[in-house]
Structure formats: C-alpha cells, structure tokens
C-alpha cells in the first residue's frame, strides 16, 4: 500500500492570528514556517510597512538566522592529485577517491568505437625487460604480446553503487608499441585533449545531472579554457540540447557521441573520467587557480544571461506592441513600480506537494513579497528557470531534486528548504550545507508528525512517526516507499 504524505502549512480561516502555522487546526509552539518568511523578509533588508517592525535592533541578528559564515580558503598550495603529470607514451589511473576513477593518456592517443577502445601507441617501451622478451616471441604470438599496459575504466561518477555501474559502459584503455605498426589509422586530428565520460547512469534526475555530471565536468576541465572536445558514452541528444549553453562555455568545439562516431580520432593527451569533489560543490583547495562554487556559478552566469538578454527583449517588445494596440497615445509602455522582494515557491504535483500553496502564496503577498510559482517540467528551459532564481530574494521548495535549483540563486539570497520527516541528513548534505557554500542564507524548516498526511495514515506512536530515521537506516528504498512518498 503506498501512502501519500500531505503536509499543511497554513491554517485555512480567519479565527488565528497572522503568522500561525498548523496542522489540522494544530497550534505549533516552535517557530513556524511563516515566522520563517518572516524572517527572510527581514533578511532580504527590506522594509515594507512601519507595522512590521517593532524593534531595528532584530535585523542583523535576524539575518544570520540559519547561516554560518564561510571563508575562502587563501594562500593555499593546490594538493596535485595522482597522475596530474605523466610522461609521454604512459597511461596512468587514479583509482584512489571512493566516488570515481579518472585516467589519463598522453602521447599517440586514438579512439576506436566499435571495440569500446582507447589506444595509445608508444614510440619506445616502458622498460628494457619488456624489449628484450618481445625479441624472443615468434610473429604469430606477437599481436597478442604486444601490449605494454591495459586499463578499464567505467567514466561515472558514482562508482560506490554497484547496481548503477553495472549500467555503464566500459572502456578499455591500452597502450601497444609503435613499432609494431599502427593499427588506426586517424580520420580526425585533434590539437586540444579529450575528456571521455558516461551521461548514463541517474541522468534525468536533476541532482544527479548537475552533481554527477556537470559540476564533476566543470572540475575537470575548466583549466582548459575551452579548448578541450568532449567524448560521451551513453550518449544522449536531449541531454546535450538542455546543457548546450554550460558546455558551450566549457568547449570550443561540439560534443562528440564515442560510440556513434565510428571515426578514429587522434589526440596528444585523453582525460577519460571526471573529478568529482562533493555533494553539489568546488573544493577550492583541490582547484589548480583556487575556483570554487561560486566560480562555478559564475560560469552558470555566463551561460544563460545572453538567452535571458532574448526573452527580456522578446517580452518587452510584446508589451509595446499590447500598449501600442491599445492606446498609441498614451505615456510611457512601462509601468514603474517600487521592487519588492520576491519569493519564488517550487511547486511539485503528485508526491511532497504544497497542499495548501494558495493559502501560502497569499499570506506571502500580504507579508510584502511578490510571490512566483515555479512549476519546473523537464522541458522547461533551463534559460527561463535561471532567470527567475536569479531574480528571486527567497527561495522555498521541499527536500528532492528540484532544490538543485539553489546554484541558480546570487549569493546572499535566503534559501528554505521544507524537510519531510526521516530526511534530515540527505536535506543537509545533499542541499544544506553546499547552499552555504555558495553564500546563500539557508534556513532548514523540518515538519512535524502532525504536518504530515502520514498522521492520518498512522497511529501516533507508529516509528513512521515517533522514529522515522529508523526508515532512514534501512536505506533509500524502505525510505522511499514509507516517508518520501509524500504531499504537503
């Protein structure tokens, strides 16, 4: 039996004072997600009616509500990571981050697709030994032995979970002797390194895309200054067409399918792999020039605004052409208004929903803020997501994948994150504490048992409710199918 969870976060009526939060017609004693917005409000520096403010002392106190403050790390030597310089004609893998495998190839480097191959001829061998015996072998037994090295490798990032990599596909990596003749001949000369990795995996799952793939890409190859060609296996053209605009800013040149391009494509140096740091973040200590979230997010900047720069001008010339229609002789097209601050509300359907968003929505407005209900689909333009965060001084959504959205928030924004019961840990890790890395003032709202539909669906002493993370300890799937499936 699968149980719907539904949490209320108002209270419907207008027998409770202003700012109450209940369930059930259930009066809260701590403080209440509405004080919470209150307190964004007065974290986003605005002043919006003289009533709202009885004391001015509050306000720097108020704005550190649920932040703590993070520091650049300065002056500090780059740890060089394994295998960050090798010699010409040698293939070396770090295997050693509990996350991923990363190797890297430099000298003759050629792809060959229908073997699931890189090879990397080498002028000479890598030791004496290995020549002399190679002397000793008759021709027939040649081709066998004429390896010098043979890696495998599977370019994911999540190489802990057995069942996911099981999914991916592998990559022999070998190193052969000159020699003996070159066996591909190259279709294509590349003057700049690959980078080789799997868009397979848990792609399609926001956090995933970004944490498993984009970021780990960004890490790997920024230092590149775009001039670098992406190899993907697991190829997938919608996934391509929604990050075109960050990959575009990470590569010069177009992203290539390994396994569709048949091609033999010849390179100087191959990363196959990606570096992967943490949850959703840049460890500036573990960058070559310091860069870290934040830099990241820079990047994300550079990405979207020209698409926005469009649709501004794309909306604007629609609203002279209304105003025009309309009234020719009238004043200015515009209507200039006083900004106030404005709350964007992730909105889900089905499981974690906001059962009572109307209700939250307008007692937001009557606080002062312009509320937006963000509805994201997985068609929705990244573009057009990216300006309203962007835009927005308060955040709020409920613990899942759509809070990745946070990276597109400017640092000193005020993120609010609704946790469902038995997830605290995954909302910290996951979304907390990366959201403090990137400067955003992060407030984390956990619910009550009697805020959870799950009330009505269980006795009051049932571990559901009095000792969820006893689900939590279980694993994702119990977790999943007895307190993520849930509506607010």
């Known amino acids: ?70 520091g650049f790390v300065g002056n500090i030597d780059v740890n060089a990571p394994l295998c960050s310089s090798i010699p010409n004609g040698r293939i070396c893998c770090d295997r050693s981050h509990f996350r991923s495998d990363i190797c890297f190839m430099k000298g003759d480097v050629r792809t060959h697709s229908p073997s699931s191959s890189v090879f990397l001829y080498s002028s000479k061998s890598n030791n004496g030994f290995i020549s002399y015996v190679s002397s000793m072998i008759d021709d027939g037994e040649q081709e066998e032995h004429d390896e010098l090295q043979h890696e495998k490798i599977k370019p994911y990032t999540r190489k802990w979970e057995t ?26 000369i590349h003057n700049v390194p690959a980078v080789i990795f799997s868009t397979g995996g848990y792609t399609g799952n926001l956090y995933h895309e970004f944490n498993d793939g984009i970021m780990p890409l960004y890490i790997t190859s920024q230092h590149f200054n775009k001039k670098v060609v992406f190899f993907i296996l697991d190829y997938r053209n919608w ?29 100087t140096e191959a990363i196959i792999g990606l570096r992967i740091h943490d949850e959703l973040t840049v460890d500036s200590s573990l960058m070559r020039s310091n860069e870290s979230i934040v830099d990241f997010r820079n990047l994300l900047d550079r990405a979207y605004w020209p698409r926005i720069r469009g649709l501004i001008q794309e909306e604007e010339q629609e609203t002279v052409d209304k105003k025009m229609s309309r009234s020719p002789t009238s004043g200015s097209v515009f209507d200039h208004q006083a900004r106030k601050p404005k709350l964007v509300i992730l909105s889900r359907n089905g499981s974690r929903a906001i059962m009572n968003e109307n209700s939250l929505v307008k007692t937001s407005e009557e606080m002062g ?34 809070m990745t959205h946070f990276l597109f928030m400017k640092p000193g924004s005020v993120l609010i994150q609704v946790i469902p019961l038995g997830t605290e840990w995954a909302a910290e890790t996951y979304y907390g504490d990366p959201a403090r890395k990137l400067g955003l003032k992060y407030i984390g709202y956990k619910i009550m048992g009697r805020e959870s539909s799950l009330f009505d669906e269980y006795d009051k002493d049932d571990p559901v409710l009095r000792n969820p993370s006893s689900f939590t300890k279980k694993g994702w799937n119990t977790q999943r199918r007895s307190i993520l499936r849930i509506k607010l």
């Open 1 to 70: 039996m699968v149980h719907h969870h539904r949490y209320n976060l108002l209270k419907k009526g207008g027998d409770e004072e202003a700012g109450t939060l209940v369930f059930l017609y259930y009066r809260r004693r701590r403080p209440n997600l509405l004080s919470v917005l209150f307190l964004s409000l007065l974290s986003c520096t605005f002043i919006l009616a003289p009533h709202l403010f009885s004391a001015s002392s509050y306000l720097s106190h108020l704005c550190s509500f649920g932040v703590q403050n993070e």
């Open 163 to 188: 069942s996911i990599m099981d999914t991916i596909d592998e990559l022999d990596l070998i190193s052969k002797r000159a020699n003996l003749g070159v066996h591909h001949p190259c279709n294509v």
């Open 239 to 267: 996934w391509v067409m929604k990050y075109g605009d960050i990959i575009s800013h990470l590569s010069d040149d177009p992203v290539i399918d390994f396994v569709g391009d048949n091609r033999t494509h010849c390179f």
């Open 369 to 402: 803020f312009q509320v937006q209900v963000l509805r994201p689909e997985r068609t929705t333009e990244l573009a057009k997501i990216y300006r309203s965060l962007n835009s927005s001084d308060v955040m709020i959504g409920v613990h899942g994948a759509a």
